[in-house]
């Protein structure tokens, strides 16, 4: 195994559906741009562990909800960028108010992980070289 994908000792590989709940990607059909609403983020807003709530389209209600059955955002959700700049990684805060995601980001609901844990592995150097 090359030193790239080496466990360190003492841990345990497995793949990332093993230790997560859910993952699932943003919405494939973003609805229109509204004046105001609901926040839909995009790649553009995760940065290297923060959220940035600025720069983002609106979306009505009803679309919110329905981004919401696909992938209901909570605190402590891990979110990665996988399209354009892929790789980046944030931990949702207690604080953030609801929002919806665009295809550019999935989110990973951690199972027996901590979020920032996992976060902290996937912004890692080992990970981003993989």
Known sequence: MSALVETPRGWT???LK???EKIVDGSHNPPPKQE???PMLS???IAWGSIDFDGFRYITKGAFELERKRADLKPDDVLLTIVGTIGRAAVIPESAEKFALQRSVAMIRPKGLNSKFVMFQLLSERVQKW
Do not use: E, H, L
Request: charged share 15%; glycine share 8%; net charge neutral.
């Open 18 to 20: 093993d230790v997560a």
């Open 43 to 45: 790649a553009r807003n």
């Open 13 to 15: 590989a497995a793949p």
């Open 36 to 38: 105001s609403g609901f």
